[in-house]
T-cell receptor
């Protein structure tokens, strides 16, 4: 079953606001990934995190790999309309091919 | 610049029918994966192939079979479709067994009636 708890499930924000979402788990993960999915498309990788405590940025996006290796967060600063979509966290267990996904955070940005 | 190509994009099956979902990648990746996506569930791994000639079960393999035909192609077969298999199916590929550079196809929306 689902091992990752992603929150919030959905967010409605005003353009220009900052956004924060997170994932927690009872399992320890070796890698945390954040994906974005647009309607009718497959997920696209945003940020990959490989070490506990790692903080990585990609433009307006910042993500961190929790010290306990059981959580991660994603922040989006100064949101714009094209940020609309579903954001997924994914955690990679010991086996490189075993990747678990969170249920997603649906982001709506109002102009 | 195709990346990962899935066919078909949409399919409606009757319960008990069989079909094969096709996936091909042109990035010379070693690893390929099949996921299903259901509302509120994220993506769940059905099967994966770490390299040509190998396949392994993922989280939800029951009711499915896969074939890694060659390095480029990885197909997913439903032998006897059931309504519970109504879902959006995604194929993905990556250069290594890790997911850091996984690329996803556009998905196949399957409805079983």
């Amino acid at each position: 079953g689902q091992q990752l708890n992603q929150s919030p499930q959905s967010m409605f924000i005003q353009e220009g606001e900052d956004v924060s979402m997170n994932c927690t788990s009872s399992s320890i993960f070796n890698t945390w990934l954040w994906y974005k999915q647009d309607p009718g498309e497959g997920p696209v990788l945003l940020i990959a995190l490989y070490k506990a405590g790692e903080l990585t940025s990609n433009g307006r996006l910042t993500a961190q790999f929790g010290i306990t290796r059981k959580d991660s967060f994603l922040n989006i600063s100064a949101s714009i309309p094209s940020d609309v979509g579903i954001y997924f966290c994914a955690g990679q267990l010991g086996n490189n091919n075993d990747m678990r996904f969170g249920a997603g955070t649906r982001l709506t940005v109002k102009p | 610049n195709a990346g990962v190509t899935q066919t078909p994009k949409f399919q409606v099956l009757k319960t008990g029918q069989s079909m094969t979902l096709q996936c091909a990648q042109d990035m010379n990746h070693n690893s390929m994966y099949w996921y299903r996506q259901d509302p509120g569930m994220g993506l769940r791994l059905i099967y994966y192939s770490a390299s040509e000639g190998t396949t392994d079960k993922g989280e939800v393999p029951n009711g499915y079979n896969v074939s890694r035909l060659n390095k480029r192609e990885f197909s997913l077969r439903l032998e006897s479709a059931a309504p519970s298999q109504t879902s959006v199916y995604f194929c993905a590929s990556s250069e290594t067994g890790g997911y850091s550079e996984a690329f996803f196809g556009q998905g196949t929306r399957l409805t079983v009636v």
